[in-house]
């Protein structure tokens, strides 16, 4: 039989609630108390009604110290202490003359003077409503601390976000930029087809990123999908020059990962590898499970890193082919990438980037393994044959 999730309420998730249930538990157990030290003394059954008596006046003293001590709490701590020790003061010397009156009544017959009856019950009183009062600001320092850090922790959560955002959304205006500029040129040479197909791609590209939040992750099939418009777009002003090839195994098609991470990456190899050869390159993506980890290869078959350059300084360090211009906005592309990776998974990520063995760059990224069961509909992609290839 399928058994209900049970989540645990906090004890102090509802603090009215759980000011009645110590309100109660706190003075039933004094009261046990009191009843089991005039028993072991030899008292009659009926000091249980002093006891009572007693324990009740205590409990409505508290409540109207809780009420005092709630407006005493958010002061300044010299008004607080201050009014709280006069104020207990006099609940502590009002709470004595009720009990030590009732006990009076209650043994009429005795030569023992009301003074030193007073005197009797003062410090047993004091002991009880000190101890409550100190218990009532201990807890509730303690929940203040508890809240302050709950809105430290929100407050962080949003800021990790809103930087997340600005890092993502600092990844598209170059992209941008030059998608219009090549659709410009269509349409003043008249080629009303493929600047009809870019636009139509283009609308489908900016729809993903409008759709899905900055700090989303995606399935790997969706970011090849978004990745594939992005190149069809690409391919219009490329041709033949860019080839891609696709190695996405079926183990990590549902696997999690931040959307629009491979863009820039992308976007650097057609900088870097394609628009510099006549031959252009090929870029390959390549995604594959690796003990507990995503791994997912950008490389491409371009000229790759400068003899003797060092791979971790190549977001300072443009790569071959690179115009003055274009560099800014590849040290921003990498820098983003590392950035989001870092705050989005701390240390349990891997970022690399190196030449190739028989040539061109390869930018690894290894992120841990999380895959999503229920997978939403797939990034369409329009049809056109204007962008097939």
Known sequence: MAMLPL????????KNRAFWRLQF??????????????????????????VVIVTITGFSISLILSVIFRTLIHRRPLLTWGVTSFVLAIAVGLYAFIDSWVISLYRSGSD?????????????????????????????FYIQV???NDQLLHLEKQ???AQLAMLRYQLNPHFLFNTLNSISTLVLLKQTEPANAMLSRLSSFLRYTLINEPTARVTVAQEVETLKLYLDIERMRFEERLRTEFRIDDAVR???????????LVENAIKYAVSPLEEGAQITIDAQLVGQALRVTVSDTGPGLPAGTDATTLIDTPREGASPQSTDSTRVGLANIRDRLVQAYGEDQRFDIANRPEGGLAVVIELPFEAREDVPAQVSRPRNPALAG
């Not at 549902?254 to 491979?262: V, Y």
């Open 112 to 140: 023992a003077g009301f003074a030193p009856l007073f005197l009797g019950v003062f410090y047993l009183d004091l002991t009880l409503l000190g101890a409550w009062a100190a218990l009532y600001y201990a807890i509730n």
């Open 159 to 161: 800021a990790i976000s």
């Open 25 to 50: 538990l706190g003075w039933g157990g004094a009261m046990l108390l009191r009843v089991m030290s005039g028993l072991a003394n030899g008292q009659p059954l009926s000091f249980l009604v002093i």
């Open 146 to 148: 508890e809240e302050q």
């Open 7 to 14: 989540r645990p309420t906090p004890f102090f998730g509802n």
């Open 254 to 264: 549902n696997a999690l990962m931040p959307s629009l991470l491979l863009q820039p």
